[in-house]
């Protein structure tokens, strides 16, 4: 299946191969006579048209770059596009805003699509300074490099070399000796590139506080929550969600570790908390990624027959890629493309329940650029991640019934479903301890890395069980945060995961209570892509944008109630 594109603005064959390709299409925006609303309308879409074709060309090639990291000459195309490329489109998006604020007309658009639309036009002029262009420039290629290293690493276990993805498996297995030799394995391959992944952040927490400084702001955090357009929430909010997480969800955590502990009978070191408690083999719910991809599709039938077609529709445009391999970067993505509003599906399965997870996860972005793709403009379409993070955790969940596809023994459903339970309580305080890690590094921006490694391990203790001995081990747990590519790649993009679980939580409560009618209120509400504010689009979805103490600790009982059903 191909989707092909009917362009207005551009010609229908264009290929970014230099800048003297695209700026006659910039200067025709810029130079244009806006004369009247029509006219303005025009303008927009025009606009809209050369952002997505850029945003999908992009796109394409980072897509490119992390399916093969060893590949240079695709490291270098998508290099080419941030350096030679986003420089020289930077400044030309600022005069593109200043003439859309300043038009006559502006004032006229109507619908509260455009209240938001603008609203972020004059956010982003605010904080626009054109010594930022190769700053953001250099962030960018540096980023980048973590993948590559991390995506470098293996280790050979029983003779076979696997990537850590597929090592990590062996966590979970019931020969105690296995795990310890697997966690060992894989920690040594993380501390030989400690000191490299230490260096790497120190350069890019130099260049973000530059940034930050340069756009007259005190620090990288005040930069960013003005940069991600967060109007709906304060840093001070955050420091209440720390503090409810804290308070309402570590007791629950600290249960699960008790009771962990008294199954298996001994104290529990870092390579015993994945493994079945009553040594069960793991769950392997599939076998290779074609076997993920049917199944997936399946499952989404199952809930709603439209999910299935979006899954099989990517199929078909070869739009997945779900394998972990050598060389390959870690992580997973649905990376959104904009003009085709066909999505990729980027992940590193290896046979594990955390697979189907992901899928899942990923699947419901991919619903989400399907149920908005056809919006009047590239930024109707450009969601903050509260609403895109309701998308796909939502999904993990209204899917559940679908997953018997995967689990078709009804006990290993309900173990499955009962690990993903506990893991969505589990983690809550890491989704916290990573966000208030950002607020220290990024608003004490001369720390060393010292400093930085001891205010890990405290923060580890504010938020641990006190029931894993790390004794042997205390230089790894100081550089798990290493393990979180969002610190390197998307800074301060993780709390958000936080806020959208408790949505999704609510969701799915209303899906065990009329399921059409969630999935409708699911639906409608990712159909609105960023026309509305969060809160608009959470109460379309049936339930509230909402993270205080109260909220967590009544989502908490919901879901204990749940557990309960599945013991």
Not at 70 to 78: A, D, F, G, V
Not at 129 to 145: D, F, G, H
Not at 295 to 310: G, N, P, S
Request: aromatic share 12%; proline share 4%.
């Amino acid at each position: 299946m191909i989707v092909k594109v009917q362009r207005k603005f551009l010609p229908q064959k264009i290929k970014v191969t230099s800048w003297d390709v695209i700026q006659p299409y910039f200067a025709a925006l810029l130079e244009r006579d806006i004369d009247s609303l029509e006219s303005l309308q025009l303008w927009l879409k025009d606009r809209s048209e050369l952002e997505a074709f850029l945003s999908e060309d992009l796109a394409w090639r980072y897509v490119k770059m992390t399916c093969d990291t060893t590949n240079k000459e695709l490291e270098q195309s998508y290099l080419f596009f941030v350096n030679e490329i986003e420089p020289q489109i930077a400044p030309l998006n600022d005069q593109l805003n200043h003439k859309l604020v300043n038009c006559g007309y502006t004032n006229d658009l109507v619908g509260e699509g455009y209240a938001i639309y603008l609203r972020g036009v004059r956010k982003a002029i605010e904080i626009y300074r054109e010594e930022n262009v190769p700053l953001l420039s250099q962030i960018a290629t540096l980023s980048q490099k973590y993948g590559a290293t991390i995506g470098s690493m293996s280790v050979t276990i029983e003779g076979k070399e696997l990537t850590l993805q597929q090592a990590s498996n062996y966590l979970k297995n019931p020969d105690r000796g296995k795990r310890q030799l697997a966690f060992e394995l894989i920690t040594e391959q993380r501390l030989k590139q400690s000191s490299t992944l230490d260096d790497l952040f120190d350069s890019l927490l130099a260049l973000r506080h530059q940034v930050a400084v340069n756009a007259g702001f005190e620090n990288f955090r005040d930069y960013m929550f003005a940069a991600l357009g967060r109007f709906d929430y304060t840093p001070a909010d955050c420091y209440a969600f720390h503090q409810a997480i804290q308070d309402e969800v570590m007791p629950l955590v600290k249960e699960f570790a008790r009771t962990r502990h008294l199954e298996l009978g001994h104290e529990l070191r870092p390579w015993d908390l994945e493994v079945d408690t009553q040594n069960r083999e793991a769950l392997e719910p599939f076998t290779s990624g074609k076997d993920l991809l049917d199944k997936t599709v399946k499952c989404f039938r199952k809930v709603d027959d439209y999910f299935a077609w979006c899954i099989e529709t990517m199929d078909n445009m070869e739009r997945l890629d779900l394998e972990s391999r050598k060389g390959k970067a870690p992580g997973g993505y649905n990376y959104p493309m904009a003009e085709t509003g066909v999505p990729f599906i980027f992940m590193n399965a290896a046979s594990s329940t955390r697979d189907v997870e992901t899928m899942v996860h990923e699947g419901g972005h991919a619903v989400h650029s399907f149920l908005s793709k056809d919006l009047e403009l590239a930024a109707f379409k450009s969601c903050p991640s509260e609403v895109a993070e309701l998308a796909s955790m939502s999904m993990e969940l209204i899917s559940y019934e679908g997953q018997s596809v995967f689990y078709p023994n009804p006990s290993d459903l309900n173990r499955a479903q009962r690990e993903h339970l506990e893991g969505i309580i589990k983690i809550l305080p890491w989704i916290a301890i990573i966000d208030k890690f950002q607020h220290w590094i990024y608003t004490n921006p001369t720390h060393t890395a010292e400093e930085r490694k001891r205010y890990w391990v405290e923060l580890n203790s504010d938020f641990g069980t006190g029931m894993v001995d790390w004794t042997g081990y205390e230089n790894m747990q100081a550089y798990t945060w290493q393990k979180q590519l969002h610190l390197y790649e998307v800074p301060f993009y993780y709390i958000e995961y936080g806020m959208a679980q408790l949505g999704a939580l609510a969701v799915w409560r209303n899906y065990l209570q009329q399921p059409k009618v969630a999935v409708q209120q699911y639906k409608e509400a990712l159909s609105l892509g960023y026309t509305k504010s969060i809160q608009a689009i959470y109460q379309t979805a049936g339930v509230e944008f909402n993270f205080s103490a109260s909220y967590i600790k009544e989502l908490m009982s919901f879901v204990q109630s749940q557990l309960r059903k599945l013991a």
